[in-house]
């Protein structure tokens, strides 16, 4: 199995460009999550989805979109990037409450 | 808001040797706690987890120990070795599989 999987894996972008994260997962988990990871600190959430079809706020959600039209897909949109933005990008999912499993990350970097 | 913390931001340990990781939390009301462990470049990655039910749980060269009166956390490395070297997160269930992150503490093995 490849468990989590994120694409790209490293990008750069304009400041106002937009882009979209995929996040696609083999494990059949009901929950999907993105988070953010900046230097010294935890993963914050950004959005979240316990479902296909449903999606809700996280933590830190503003300046990003997310779409979850099938169960094993998550994707993460930014509809305007700012430098802000800047940061390293985790999905993950899990089977109910459980642990989560991780991607290997996305480093967007915003100039 | 809730949060959960880590109170040393870099331990650094000789091989060999036992490391512990603290961690406090606020959520009187979690009941679910996991250890991940982050390597350089890598996601997080699930080392244990404990429920609210229960004060210790064992794993491989693994304890994590659960103080529910003080609120407080610890993760037991036994014989650390060179391989032990990453960041390790605490993490806290909110709800349904939100999870609550701490900054993390950075362990750093000298031989």
Not at chain 2, 24 to 39: G, H, P, R, T, V
Request: hydrophobic share 35%; charged share 15%.
């Amino acid at each position: 199995n490849a468990g989590v999987t994120q694409t790209p894996k490293f990008r750069v972008l304009k400041t106002g460009q937009s882009m979209t994260l995929l996040c696609a997962q083999d494990m059949n988990h009901e929950y999907m999550y993105w988070y953010r990871q900046d230097p010294g600190m935890g993963l914050r959430l950004i959005h979240y989805s316990v479902g296909e079809g449903t999606t809700a706020k996280g933590e830190v959600p503003d300046g990003y979109n997310v779409s979850r039209l099938k169960k094993q897909n998550f994707l993460l949109g930014l509809e305007s990037a700012a430098p802000s933005q800047t940061s390293v990008y985790f999905c993950a999912s899990s089977y109910g409450s459980a642990e989560a499993f991780f991607g290997q990350g996305t480093r967007l970097t915003v100039v | 808001g809730e949060s959960v913390g880590l109170h040393l931001p870099t331990l650094s340990v000789q091989e060999g040797d036992n490391s512990i990781i603290n961690c406090a939390y606020s959520n009187s009301a979690s009941d679910y706690f996991i250890w991940y462990k982050q390597e350089s470049g890598k996601g997080p990655q699930f080392i244990i987890d404990i429920r609210s039910n229960m004060d210790k749980r064992q794993g491989q060269r693994v304890t994590v120990l659960l103080n529910k009166t003080v609120k407080h956390l610890s993760l037991q490395i036994a014989a650390t070795q060179p391989g032990d070297s990453a960041v390790y997160f605490c993490a806290e269930n909110w709800s349904w599989g939100k999870f609550q992150f701490g900054a993390g503490t950075q362990v750093v093995v000298t031989p």
